[in-house]
């Protein structure tokens, strides 16, 4: 009996050693960024049993076989934007060209002119002109959410979405699976039962070994009849009104009317096909050609995805920060950068730009307020002004740059948004936006405390030794 246990320990071990080891070669030849191997490498030999869990749950890159092919983004949408873009000829201030660009390049996304924006700064203003333009719908909705909430505000969009598609109007809800997991299976029969499509997207059936929940679809976007849009850092919860216990939540959203709107239904389209593999056949309904208003913005739209080549709205943004000429600021809840992004903000403040964070000064997270204070020193030695919140929490992913270029969308300043989310963000050039921005962010900035590279230095070497251990973790935040 003890040489059988001690054959099967044996036996345990071989093969442990050998996963192990094939492991890390397949960590190695992958040839990611060396940082991020070296993590990978000492994470599974100092702790490998823990590090193997870690590396099948966060580490893979199982979203190589989930690419969306070229024939279904056809499909969906190349015949109605090449005849958008022939008829669309956009004249961009000269130091976005290069942004223009750029997002060609990578996402063969184009700019469009004479679209209108609205912008609403708290879950009030947002969802009272949500419902009146869903109110308004003739033949479609479509909604994507990171999250979807069974509460007292999501019932309610619930019951007017419900009542529209008895109107015959069709209506299509993304939601991602892990960020709505709170979300009722009745709540959701409801909704099917009344006529309307529903999909989750990346459904995590076993979430503590399914390595689905380190790719998310964080986007918040909802279109209607093709000509009306919205975007930002809001979902459907009651949080959004009613905030959190400890204090109000600040938030930005933004209505876009005009043909800009043909791109953002694009990725709908091509996100309900990747959710369900159902390639819609699109017509004039979906991308109306009567799209023009006296609007004043151009849009460019950037999304990023695990399975992208580039990294564009990093990239974008990067190239946002060295166009600017006297200021950009920056709204975040989470600040976890990347190198290249640090590195952006520190030259352009080192070179004279008013560059200014705002961050929480109490977040909803713990482990992210740690590793997003660890950033903070690298950023004032440069001259950045960072400001805590301190109403409650901020959540808005409002950027402005210069009374001109306003960013807003989804994504957060961090590793998970700009390398492992799928996110959106608008790029908009316009005076009226950016000086709309601008007010919200010095009223903001007003009920915000101003952190100082001496007091912050100070801080106690507990504090400083915390929040260093927990920014080893960042990547997976």
Same mark, same amino acid.
Request: some cysteine; aromatic content about 14%; overall charge positive.
């Given at each position: 009996?003890? $040489?059988?246990?001690?054959?099967?320990?044996?036996?345990?071990?071989?093969?442990?050693?050998?996963?192990?080891?094939?492991?890390?070669? @397949?960590?190695?030849?992958?040839?990611?960024?060396?940082?991020?191997?070296?993590?990978?490498?000492?994470?599974? *030999?100092?702790?490998?049993?823990?590090?193997?869990?870690?590396?099948? @749950?966060?580490?893979?890159?199982?979203? /190589?076989?989930?690419?969306?092919? /070229?024939?279904?983004?056809?499909?969906?949408?190349?015949?109605?934007?090449?005849?958008?873009?022939?008829?669309?000829?956009?004249?961009?201030?000269?130091?976005?060209?290069?942004?223009?660009?750029?997002?060609?390049?990578? #996402?063969?996304?184009?700019?469009?002119?004479?679209?209108?924006?609205?912008?609403?700064?708290?879950?009030?203003?947002?969802?009272?002109?949500?419902?009146? #333009?869903? %109110?308004?719908?003739?033949?479609?909705?479509?909604?994507?959410?990171?999250?979807?909430?069974?509460?007292?505000?999501?019932?309610?969009?619930? $019951?007017?979405?419900?009542?529209?598609?008895?109107?015959?109007?069709?209506?299509?809800?993304?939601?991602?699976?892990?960020?709505?997991?709170?979300? !009722?299976?009745?709540?959701?029969?409801?909704?099917?039962? +009344?006529?309307?499509?529903? %999909?989750?997207?990346?459904?995590?059936?076993?979430?503590?070994?399914?390595?689905?929940?380190?790719?998310?679809?964080?986007?918040?976007?909802?279109?209607?009849?093709?000509?009306?849009?919205? @975007?930002?850092?809001?979902?459907?919860?009651?949080?959004?009104?009613?905030?959190?216990?400890?204090?109000?939540?600040?938030?930005?959203?933004?209505?876009?009317?005009?043909?800009?709107?043909?791109?953002?239904?694009?990725?709908?389209?091509?996100?309900?096909?990747?959710?369900? !593999?159902?390639?819609? /056949?699109?017509?004039?309904?979906?991308?109306?050609?009567?799209?023009?208003?006296?609007?004043? +913005?151009?849009?460019?739209?950037?999304?990023?995805?695990?399975?992208?080549?580039?990294?564009?709205?990093?990239?974008?943004?990067?190239?946002?920060?060295?166009?600017?000429?006297?200021?950009?600021?920056?709204?975040?809840?989470?600040?976890?950068?990347?190198?290249?992004?640090?590195?952006?903000?520190?030259?352009?403040?080192?070179?004279?730009?008013?560059?200014?964070?705002?961050?929480?000064?109490?977040?909803?997270?713990?482990?992210?307020?740690? +590793?997003?204070? &660890?950033?903070? !020193?690298?950023?004032?030695? +440069?001259?950045?002004? @960072?400001?805590?919140?301190?109403?409650?929490?901020?959540?808005?992913?409002?950027?402005?740059?210069?009374? *001109?270029?306003? *960013?807003?969308?989804?994504?957060?300043?961090?590793?998970?948004?700009?390398?492992?989310?799928?996110?959106?963000?608008?790029?908009?050039?316009?005076?009226?936006?950016?000086?709309?921005?601008?007010?919200?962010?010095?009223?903001?900035?007003?009920? %915000?405390?101003?952190?100082?590279?001496?007091?912050?230095?100070?801080?106690?070497?507990?504090?400083?030794?915390? #929040? &260093?251990?927990?920014? *080893?973790? %960042?990547?997976?935040?």
């Amino acid at each position: 009996m003890g $040489d059988i246990i001690n054959f099967i320990g044996e036996t345990f071990y071989i093969i442990y050693f050998l996963v192990l080891i094939s492991t890390l070669m @397949v960590v190695i030849m992958e040839n990611r960024n060396p940082l991020k191997t070296m993590s990978w490498v000492m994470i599974l *030999i100092f702790l490998p049993a823990l590090g193997l869990i870690i590396y099948f @749950v966060f580490g893979q890159k199982w979203y /190589k076989k989930h690419r969306i092919d /070229k024939r279904s983004y056809n499909m969906v949408s190349r015949p109605y934007l090449i005849k958008d873009m022939k008829k669309n000829n956009v004249k961009l201030p000269e130091k976005y060209a290069r942004l223009a660009e750029l997002l060609k390049k990578t #996402e063969s996304t184009f700019p469009y002119n004479r679209n209108s924006i609205d912008t609403y700064y708290n879950g009030y203003s947002f969802y009272d002109a949500l419902i009146k #333009e869903i %109110s308004k719908a003739k033949h479609h909705i479509h909604i994507e959410f990171y999250i979807f909430m069974s509460d007292e505000i999501g019932t309610l969009i619930k $019951d007017i979405l419900i009542d529209k598609a008895k109107e015959g109007i069709k209506i299509r809800i993304i939601i991602d699976d892990l960020g709505s997991w709170g979300i !009722k299976k009745q709540f959701i029969k409801e909704m099917k039962e +009344a006529g309307i499509e529903f %999909s989750k997207f990346l459904p995590v059936h076993f979430p503590i070994i399914s390595n689905k929940i380190n790719y998310r679809n964080h986007r918040k976007l909802v279109i209607i009849d093709g000509k009306t849009a919205f @975007v930002g850092g809001m979902n459907i919860a009651n949080r959004y009104v009613k905030g959190l216990s400890w204090g109000t939540w600040r938030d930005t959203q933004v209505k876009i009317q005009g043909y800009a709107v043909h791109e953002l239904q694009t990725i709908f389209l091509l996100d309900w096909n990747f959710a369900t !593999k159902e390639v819609i /056949k699109t017509d004039k309904d979906y991308f109306p050609t009567d799209c023009n208003n006296s609007g004043t +913005a151009i849009v460019l739209t950037a999304t990023s995805t695990p399975f992208n080549e580039w990294r564009r709205i990093m990239q974008a943004l990067i190239l946002s920060i060295a166009k600017a000429k006297d200021y950009f600021y920056i709204q975040t809840p989470y600040f976890m950068p990347t190198e290249p992004v640090i590195c952006a903000m520190q030259t352009a403040a080192l070179a004279g730009i008013d560059i200014r964070l705002i961050i929480p000064s109490k977040s909803d997270s713990t482990m992210t307020q740690l +590793a997003t204070r &660890s950033y903070l !020193k690298d950023i004032l030695k +440069a001259g950045v002004k @960072v400001y805590f919140y301190k109403p409650g929490f901020i959540h808005s992913k409002m950027i402005v740059s210069d009374d *001109i270029l306003s *960013i807003i969308g989804s994504t957060n300043m961090d590793f998970r948004s700009f390398e492992q989310n799928f996110e959106l963000n608008t790029f908009i050039l316009d005076e009226a936006t950016a000086l709309s921005f601008k007010e919200q962010f010095l009223k903001d900035q007003k009920n %915000s405390k101003r952190i100082t590279l001496h007091s912050w230095c100070k801080r106690p070497f507990y504090f400083k030794l915390k #929040e &260093s251990i927990v920014r *080893i973790f %960042s990547p997976l935040l």
